[in-house]
């Protein structure tokens, strides 16, 4: 299966009002040259796709795009090809199943570059895979940020730069995004038909949005431990620097032992030392350490807990 194929396949299921549908397509005329471009331009119209001409594309754009309110047109959303070109007075052949426009700009100045959840599709031609992410990001900028967005390439560095620069959701490999996004027929995504947008969209999520989504999880929780150790070295007691947070500790109720014995680099006699004072013949492990207060003492403390635990 070739690509246009593939965008057909995804466009036009269930007559394109999946919203990871495609919305546009860019072609890199750097790995395709302009004759390769317009190849991919007669691939798309032999699987069954309509080239709109420039008066074409106008009549198009003024049904399918409510320049008043800045979106898509109640009277093309899930409409078939052949319906859109009934509505908007143009002819195309028995069995066109897509609409397809060639676009340069990205923006009100070119209104088929919003989303239109229905069988038409945008055509861009790029002169390098910068400017082609580029497009892909000012696409998404314009309409769709946090959403979806796909790339066919076998260039890993391409395909991390496009993920890298492309603020979406998700982003879809060498698959039909409609169907790439909302099952798991390509890949591991959770099936569903709403899709979360997360801080790039203002959603309050980006998931695949199923029945975890919508559980009440409680959690609760409750005070741990009601003694501390301080892990910290001579220098520090002397000072009183210990006394402060000592206090603070004592005042929240915690006993609370002092282990001072820790050199400048700590060594493993230090560590066994320490485990040795957290057992004191108790074999049991203070429920909170505070090493802070030097960084010998930190990795000190950190390592007698690990050394106790094990």
Do not use: W
């Amino acid at each position: 299966m070739n690509h246009a194929e593939i965008y057909i396949l995804s466009k036009t299921f269930d007559n394109g009002t999946i919203c990871a549908s495609e919305q546009s397509v860019v072609v890199d005329q750097a790995v395709v040259d302009q004759a390769v471009a317009e190849q991919v331009l007669d691939r798309f119209i032999a699987q069954g796709a309509y080239l709109l001409s420039d008066e074409e594309k106008r009549k198009v754009e003024a049904v399918a795009i409510d320049e008043k309110r800045g979106s898509m047109s109640a009277a093309v959303v899930g409409q078939s090809a052949q319906k859109i070109a009934e509505v908007t007075g143009i002819h195309v052949p028995q069995g066109t199943k897509l609409l397809l426009a060639r676009l340069n700009e990205v923006g009100p100045q070119e209104p088929l570059s919003r989303e239109k959840l229905s069988p038409i599709l945008g055509f861009y031609v790029a002169r390098s895979p910068e400017e082609a992410i580029d497009l892909c990001d000012r696409l998404v900028h314009f309409g769709g940020l946090g959403h979806s967005s796909g790339i066919f390439s076998r260039n890993q560095d391409i395909i991390h730069s496009f993920s890298s620069r492309v603020k979406t959701s998700r982003i879809l490999e060498n698959v039909p995004t409609s169907l790439g996004a909302i099952v798991d027929i390509y890949n591991r995504m959770n099936p569903s038909l709403t899709l979360g947008c997360g801080a790039y969209g203002g959603n309050s999520t980006n998931d695949n949005v199923g029945v975890r989504n919508l559980l009440n999880i409680k959690r609760q929780s409750t005070r741990k431990g009601q003694r501390a150790l301080i892990v910290t070295d001579p220098t520090m007691v002397r000072l009183g620097y210990t006394d402060r947070v000592e206090h603070y500790l004592k005042q929240a109720g915690l006993h609370v032992e002092i282990f001072s014995d820790v050199e400048p680099d700590p060594s493993t006699d230090t560590v066994h030392r320490g485990v040795e004072f957290m057992a004191g013949g108790r074999r049991e492990q203070p429920d909170r350490r505070d090493p802070g207060l030097a960084h010998q003492a930190q990795r000190a403390g950190r390592l007698c807990g690990m050394r106790h635990q094990a």
